[in-house]
T-cell receptor, first 115, second 115 residues
């Protein structure tokens, strides 16, 4: 149980295009989903927190107009990187939680490369 | 700024030896968690220790927490080559007081276990 999937696992896109990454909780309802990014050999940095049906809360320094997050259902959250640039190339990881003190379950990550 | 800081940054040991990784944090916490990450993959939750606990065991893992020193340690006994991975500590986000499960990750320790 407690499986979180991400799609796609890898994506290469051209600079200026937009890319959508999906995060799904497969066997539980995730009231809260989190999006992280991880640069090579570095730690995970929280980008935003989203609760189902409400606007995401972004961390300081994360542009909400560039990283669009939608959490329309209890099993799906999407992150859209708009007008991607090479510096957006990173490993994006989502996690899902039933909220509160419950454990977060992490997806396998999406490797984004912007050329 | 990072909440969690692990040391050492890298650790190389022989199979069968014990591996100890430390984590220090800055603010008060509700709980502290340890995760492992294989190269280019998502995170796997290892163990959670609450602020009122001092020690916790799970299989070959032993975690200690010293809230007075704001530090934790992860001990892996009788290490195996398959334990080779990066290990991260994570604490609940001070901004939300842990109510939403937001996590702040340390920089991680890269463990290499040689057969």
């Amino acid at each position: 149980g407690a499986v979180v999937s991400q799609h796609p696992s890898r994506v290469i896109c051209k600079s200026g295009t937009s890319v959508k990454i999906e995060c799904r909780s497969l066997d539980f309802q995730a009231t809260t989903m989190f999006w992280y990014r991880q640069f090579p050999k570095q730690s995970l940095m929280l980008m935003a927190t989203s609760n189902e049906g409400s606007k995401a809360t972004y961390e300081q320094g994360v542009e909400k107009d560039k990283f669009l997050i939608n959490h329309a259902s209890l099993t799906l959250s999407t992150l859209t990187v708009t007008s991607a640039h090479p510096e957006d190339s990173s490993f994006y990881i989502c996690s899902a939680s039933q909220g509160g003190p419950y454990e977060q379950y992490f997806g396998p990550g999406t490797r984004l490369t912007v050329t | 700024s990072q909440q969690g800081e692990e040391d050492p940054q890298a650790l190389s040991i022989q199979e069968g030896e014990n591996a100890t990784m430390n984590c220090s944090y800055k603010t008060s916490i509700n709980n502290l968690q340890w995760y492992r990450q294989n190269s280019g993959r998502g995170l796997v939750h290892l163990i959670l220790i609450r602020s009122n606990e001092r020690e916790k065991h799970s299989g070959r893992l032993r975690v200690t927490l010293d809230t007075s020193k704001k530090s934790s340690s992860l001990l892996i006994t009788a290490s195996r080559a398959a334990d080779t991975a990066s290990y991260f500590c994570a604490t609940d986000h001070p901004r939300y007081g842990g109510s939403q499960g937001n996590l702040i990750f340390g920089k991680g320790t890269k463990l290499s276990v040689k057969p």
